[in-house]
């Protein structure tokens, strides 16, 4: 079946740094999907990309739909405490479907 | 606006015993998803809703697991009996529905499930 990568899968950096992580797959989707979960809480969408190629931003985050559809990374600029959690991309290939990686745990040390 | 609720929280019981989550979604949302997600990994799709008909299933384990989405606004997800294996957090989400790409699921807090 369909499957994502995401690397890396934990990361440890200081308070104002820039992280960087991403998100591979084998499958072409249509649309990729950024989201953060917080201990104890689901997941929550960041960012949502609809067009291969298309780069957006929310706040500090910015994320980029890859060209071959097939994979897509976030970046976070000038981190700080609360940008802790895991993050989780997802791909989805039609209106109901949607696949999740297996997140990417961020850590920041202030 | 209130999100997705779901209850309980938290859920410790003993193998073999039947378990019930509920899900309540955001008032308005024709969509109603279970996920299941274990640790270390993301959330993976059991069974999705439209109003109260289940129109993806595919990945319940039918042999134990039972859903329901009586009026097709709270459901109930149910284990009988649970395994060790079951322990996990089950997660509900909802979306408008609108047969389109950018139909957002929202998630709520999660059961958290431990079996021994």
């Known amino acids: 079946g369909q499957q994502l990568n995401q690397s890396p899968q934990s990361m440890f950096i200081q308070e104002g740094e820039d992280v960087s992580m991403n998100c591979t797959s084998s499958s072409i989707f249509n649309t990729w999907l950024w989201y953060k979960q917080d201990p104890g809480e689901g997941p929550v969408l960041l960012i949502a990309?609809?067009?291969?190629?298309e780069l957006t931003s929310n706040g500090r985050l910015t994320a980029q739909f890859g060209i071959t559809r097939k994979d897509s990374f976030l970046n976070i600029s000038a981190s700080i405490p609360s940008d802790v959690g895991i993050y989780f991309c997802a791909g989805q290939t039609s209106y109901d479907k949607v696949i999740f990686g297996p997140g990417t745990s961020l850590s920041v040390i202030p | 606006e209130a999100g997705v609720v779901q209850s309980p929280r938290y859920k410790i019981i003993e193998k073999k015993q039947p378990v019930a989550f509920w899900c309540n979604p955001i008032s308005g949302h024709n969509t109603l998803y279970w996920y299941l997600q274990n640790l270390g990994q993301g959330p993976e799709l059991l069974i999705r809703?439209?109003?109260?008909?289940?129109?993806?299933d595919s990945q319940l384990p039918k042999d134990r697991f039972s859903a329901e989405r009586l009026k097709g606004v709270d459901s109930t997800l149910k284990i009988q009996p649970a395994e060790l294996g079951d322990s996990a957090v089950y997660l509900c989400?909802?979306?408008?529905?609108?047969?389109?790409?950018?139909?957002?699921?929202?998630f709520g807090p999660g059961t958290r499930l431990t079996v021994l």
């Open positions: 809703y439209e109003n109260e008909e289940a129109v993806d």
């Open positions: 990309l609809y067009k291969a190629g």
């Open positions: 989400a909802s979306s408008l529905g609108r047969r389109e790409k950018r139909d957002t699921q929202y």
